[in-house]
């Protein structure tokens, strides 16, 4: 098996998607980690998106009474939306059988790039061993593409994938790391001992501390609290997968819609 790391989206070469690859994507201060509370919680499926546009557009085709909206700008709630980023508001009071079209500043607008991969999982460190357990069957290569912040490296998604990368070398034999995944490795070993302190000085971490956020650093620093593995396929993210999953050999690499899932 072949683990590849990208620190942001625009390092995710175009050919780097394949018929049998299985997607990663790691948002872990705050997006990702809101994913996977809020199906947790008994959210039916979010539906991720790049733009105000989008929320509009799916807004107009569900019906305003039959969906619920979530998401951030600079952190922060965004006016007529029912929730913010904070892990914590997606209760199952608040949340249960509902479908949440989801706007945050990179990580649904980075999963949403990959709606024509094949495979895509939603990573945090809440539930990582799950990814971990469903990617060590997994037959093809994997790429795991951090959302950084604005197409920048950001710390704490680079030290989840590296974790990430340390379960399955223990998981599954014959493991090509490419060096990305070498340095993940290294940054999960200078701070796997307290991620919260890496959450706290990292500079996302800072930025959430300022708004007023910081007790949303220990949610998303809580290492596998949460049984699910969210799949983004058709354009939704739900625990059910909605096309057949790619777990055979490869045959090739793609040509058409699945090749043009990286690129940006
Ligand atoms: C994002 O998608 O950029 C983050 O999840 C921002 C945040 O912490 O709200």
Redesign the pocket.
């Known amino acids: 098996m072949k683990i590849e790391v990208f620190f942001t989206l625009p390092q995710v070469g175009e050919e780097t998607i394949r018929e049998d690859t299985a997607v990663v994507v790691i948002?872990v201060?705050?997006?990702?980690?809101?994913i996977c509370h809020a199906l947790a919680a008994g959210c039916d499926k979010m539906i991720p998106v790049g733009d105000l546009g989008q929320v509009t557009a799916f807004v107009e085709s569900l019906g305003r009474g039959n969906c619920l909206i979530g998401?951030?700008r600079d952190?922060?709630k965004i006016s007529g939306f029912d929730f913010?980023?904070?892990p914590a508001e997606y209760t199952p009071e608040a949340v249960a059988g509902s479908d949440i079209i989801f706007l945050?500043?990179?990580?649904?607008?980075?999963i949403s790039r990959f709606k024509n991969a094949p495979c895509v999982l939603i990573a945090s460190l809440a539930n990582l061993q799950r990814v971990v357990d469903f990617l060590a069957d997994h037959k093809g290569n994997v790429v795991i593409c951090c959302?950084g912040?604005?197409d920048q490296f950001c710390l704490e998604d680079s030290v989840c994938a590296g974790l990430l990368v340390e379960r399955l070398l223990r998981s599954a034999e014959n493991i090509e790391l490419n060096d990305a995944a070498r340095v993940g490795l290294v940054l999960a070993g200078s701070y796997s001992g307290d991620l919260l302190t890496c959450f706290r000085e990292c500079s996302?971490g800072q930025?959430?501390i300022r708004a007023g956020?910081e007790s949303?650093l220990e949610l998303c620093a809580a290492v596998d609290t949460l049984d699910v593995l969210p799949f983004y396929s058709k354009e939704r993210i739900t625990l059910q997968p909605e096309v057949e999953l790619p777990l055979d050999p490869p045959s090739g690499e793609l040509d058409g819609d699945a090749a043009d899932a990286a690129s940006t």
Request: hydrophobic fraction near 20%; avoid cysteine; proline fraction near 0%.
């Open positions: 948002d201060l705050r997006a990702t980690t809101s998401g951030e952190g922060k913010g980023n904070s945050t500043t990179n990580g649904s607008r980075i959302a912040s604005k996302h930025t959430l956020f949303d």
